[in-house]
C-alpha cells in the first residue's frame, strides 16, 4: 500500500538545536517525494523536493531507499521555522501526492 | 506568479444545507484538487480533475461532489452538509504531466457546519 508516515505530531525544540522531523514511505515504485510547509496564517507551500537536492532556508532532505525516509534536518533551528510541516509522495503517472499526517514544529527562544 | 484563489475565508453553515466551494486558477493549468485538512489527519484528497468536465475521486469522496466546467475553475459541493464535514478545505492546482512539480496551494476555506 501507498502510504505516509510522519510519527512526530508534535517537535519543540529551543531556538540554535538541530532539528529532525521524521518521513517514512511505503512505495513499490520509484519514489518522487517533497516536503511542504504551512506558517501561521499562510498558505501550503513547498519547501523542497528531493529531486532537486537543494537546500532551502537551511532545510535538507535525503531519500533512503534503504530504509524508506526521507527526513527533513536543520542544523541550527531559528523561531521563524515554526510551522506545520507535510511530507508527500508522488504517485506515479498521476499527478497526484499522498500527504502524511504532518508534524507542528515549534522553536522556542 | 500561479495564484489560486477560494471563494471564502471562512463559511458557517447548518446541517442538510448546500454547499459551494469555488477554487479559481489562473495559470492555465489542467489538474485541480480538493483536500480537506484536519488536524492528526493531515490533508486527504476528496476529488482530483485533470481536465474539464473530468473528474476522479480522491480517498474520501463519500458525501461530496465536484464540478469543472471551466478550465480555470473547480467546485467542491456538499449536497447536504452535514457536521463531521466542519473543516478545512484546501484546493490546489498544477499542470498536467508533472508529477515532480509543485502543487500551488489556495488560502484555504474554513467550514463550519452547525
Known amino acids: 500500500a501507498q502510504r505516509v508516515t510522519q510519527p512526530e505530531k508534535l517537535l519543540s525544540v529551543f531556538k540554535g538545536a538541530p532539528v529532525e522531523l521524521k518521513c517514512n514511505y511505503s512505495?513499490?515504485?520509484?519514489?518522487?517525494l517533497f516536503w511542504y510547509v504551512q506558517y501561521s496564517r499562510q498558505r501550503l507551500q513547498l519547501l523542497l523536493r528531493?529531486?532537486s537536492r537543494e537546500s532551502i532556508k537551511g532545510f535538507t532532505a535525503d531519500l533512503n531507499k534503504g530504509e524508506t525516509s526521507f527526513h527533513l534536518k536543520k542544523p541550527f533551528a531559528q523561531e521563524e521555522d515554526s510551522a506545520m510541516y507535510y511530507c508527500?509522495?508522488?504517485?506515479?503517472?498521476?499527478?497526484?501526492?499522498?500527504f502524511g499526517t504532518g508534524t507542528r514544529l515549534q522553536v522556542f527562544p | 506568479d500561479v495564484k489560486v484563489t477560494q471563494s471564502s475565508r471562512y463559511l458557517v453553515k447548518r446541517t442538510g444545507e448546500k454547499v459551494f466551494l469555488e477554487c479559481v486558477q489562473d495559470?492555465?493549468?489542467?489538474?485541480m484538487f480538493w483536500y480537506r485538512q484536519d488536524p492528526g489527519l493531515g490533508l486527504r484528497l476528496i476529488y482530483f480533475?485533470?481536465?474539464?468536465?473530468?473528474?476522479e475521486k480522491g480517498d474520501i469522496p463519500e458525501g461530496y461532489s465536484v464540478s469543472r466546467e471551466k478550465k480555470e475553475r473547480f467546485s467542491l459541493i456538499l449536497e447536504s452538509a452535514s457536521t463531521n464535514q466542519t473543516s478545512m478545505y484546501l484546493c490546489?492546482?498544477?499542470?498536467?504531466?508533472?508529477?515532480?512539480?509543485?502543487?500551488?496551494f489556495g488560502p484555504g476555506t474554513r467550514l463550519t457546519v452547525l
Open positions: 490546489a492546482s498544477t499542470p498536467q504531466g508533472t508529477s515532480t512539480d509543485t502543487q500551488y
Open positions: 512505495y513499490s515504485g520509484s519514489p518522487e
Open positions: 528531493h529531486i
Open positions: 508527500a509522495l508522488a504517485i506515479y503517472n498521476t499527478d497526484k501526492l499522498i
Open positions: 495559470m492555465d493549468h489542467e489538474n
Open positions: 480533475s485533470y481536465d474539464v468536465k473530468m473528474k
